[in-house]
């Protein structure tokens, strides 16, 4: 069951997370890292374990990678909610980094996480230096200003722009601020085998897109205890959204396009895939 591998991979992220920090001085700052890299769903580093083993790359390796997107991700988030971002009190249940530390604290364990991501891309148990150095560099890209940093500019930029963003904007500034990470994450188990990543960077970018979707609709109509976090941010901000922009009907229905398309891009690996696939139906049944 799909739901059951997605907890044994975060179950795995979680002891690799334990093991790396759990070697650092205990500090404040380093004690905020270890509370923002708890919980959440681990897509991302799944995608990551699950592409390598599509690949026939041993868990052993792939969990470098796997728990680097995890921390990129985290420090991405403990910096998006920072009061000079979005200003949230709460992620995944719990207060914010910056509400149960200070801002100080938060920035550092951002920024700690952040170099922390390509310190596990490069560890020599990944394999060989020239795929090291690839999934390095792809995650400098994805990850900066011609990928999610991007996209987050993109963002604060959209919130004092005279007009509402186009539908075509949005994809634009999405696909930097959620999909990038996204289509690294299931293209890195090509690139640790040294194979051809093509399709599974198709895959990634209509999921990528959809799991965006599907975050607009949990916004609208989410449960914001299921969430763990506020809702309807983006109505009352006046931001636009797929929501918004195509109406709630018309946004279920794109994303359900997409899965079809992520999940057929996958069609020549055969049933290997399946797990995948699931994913991708995953993104647009969830509630949190």
């Known amino acids: 069951m799909f739901s059951d591998r997605l907890a044994q991979d975060a179950a795995r992220i979680q002891a690799h997370f334990d093991r790396v920090l759990g070697a650092l001085d205990n500090l404040d700052v380093t004690q905020a890292m270890a509370y923002a890299t708890k919980g959440g769903k681990r897509l991302r580093g799944f ?3 699950e592409s390598a083993r599509l690949h026939g ?3 052993e390796r792939a969990i470098w990678p796997a728990t680097a997107i995890e921390a990129l991700h985290a420090y991405s ?4 909610d920072l009061p000079c971002m979005d200003d949230d009190d709460l992620r995944r249940g719990r207060p914010t980094v910056h509400v149960k530390w200070d801002e100080g604290t938060a920035v550092l364990a951002g920024d700690a996480l952040q170099t922390l991501a390509f310190e596990l891309c490069g560890n020599a148990q990944v394999g060989e230096a020239a795929i090291r150095s690839d999934l390095t560099l792809t995650l400098a890209k994805a990850s900066g200003a011609q990928g999610m940093v991007l996209g987050q500019a993109l963002d604060i930029a959209a919130e004092t722009a005279e007009a509402p963003l186009t539908l075509e904007q949005i994809t634009r500034l999405q696909a930097g601020k959620t999909g ?3 289509e690294w994450s299931a293209c890195a188990g090509a690139w640790l085998a040294q194979a051809d990543p093509d399709p599974l960077r198709h895959y990634a970018r209509a999921l990528g897109l959809a799991f965006q979707i599907a975050d607009d609709i949990l916004d609208v109509e989410g449960d914001a205890e299921k969430a763990g976090k506020r809702l309807q941010k983006d109505a009352k901000a006046g931001k636009a ?3 918004s922009l195509l109406g709630l009907d018309a946004a279920k229905a794109r994303a359900a396009e997409l899965v079809d398309q992520a999940c057929a891009a996958l069609d020549g ?3 290997a895939a399946e797990t995948l696939k699931d994913a991708a ?3 647009i049944a969830r509630d949190s």
């Open 47 to 49: 995608l990551v374990l």
């Open 57 to 59: 790359v041993e868990t």
């Open 77 to 80: 988030l403990v910096h998006d």
């Open 180 to 182: 990038a990470l996204i």
């Open 241 to 243: 959204t797929f929501v």
């Open 269 to 271: 690996y055969g049933p």
């Open 281 to 283: 139906r995953f993104v």
